[in-house]
């Protein structure tokens, strides 16, 4: 991004497209992340539609993957402060 | 810098065709990859009609699934936002 970045410099029209597109990037980078887990997770053999138990599954499997993310993230950052304090 | 004398409008569209291009490119390495692991246990000689029935479905199963987990992520990116933004309120 960084060649990017000197090109467009004094632009702020280059700058902030460029900052909207690698912000989608993110979101997409994201999405086949999940997508992959909760593909393994949900999908057993792939059959003429979703079913709804299967829809469910990936939905539970999004929002529980974040919850699991939030909640190490937080643990993790205490563990980490404790331990530091303690030294 | 090969790009420098691009008018403006020509860089942001040869931008939007690159990451186009990308994500065709991500799509498509992730579906066969995907699609591979569920529908071809053992190799043969070729790809069989049950195979290749099986990848038909498989890709369209894998569009699907993109679908409803992109959906599910927006959602709850709003829901995330919605609360960040009541709790800065609170603190106001």
Not at chain 2, 34 to 45: A, E, S, Y
Not at chain 2, 58 to 64: E, G
């Amino acid at each position: 991004m960084s060649d990017f970045e000197n090109l467009s410099g004094n632009d702020k029209e280059l700058q902030e497209f460029l900052m909207i597109e690698k912000q989608k990037a993110q979101v997409n980078a994201q999405i086949h992340e999940f997508n992959e887990i909760c593909w393994e997770k949900c999908i057993g053999k792939p059959s003429t539609k979703l079913d709804h138990a299967t829809e469910t599954c990936l939905s539970n499997c999004v929002d529980r993957f974040i919850d699991t993310s939030l909640l190490i993230t937080q643990r993790f950052a205490q563990m980490l402060q404790k331990q530091s304090g303690g030294m | 810098m090969a790009h420098a004398n691009l008018e403006k409008g020509e860089l942001i569209v040869q931008v939007k065709q690159q990451i186009a291009l990308a994500n065709a490119q991500e799509m498509l390495s992730k579906m066969t990859d995907k699609c591979f692991k569920k529908c071809i246990n053992k190799p043969g000689k070729a790809l069989d009609n049950s195979e290749q029935r099986c990848i038909t479905q498989c890709m369209d199963r894998f569009l699907d699934t993109w679908n409803l987990v992109s959906r599910t992520y927006g959602n709850r990116l709003q829901r995330e936002q919605v609360k960040q933004m009541s709790t800065e309120s609170e603190l106001n």
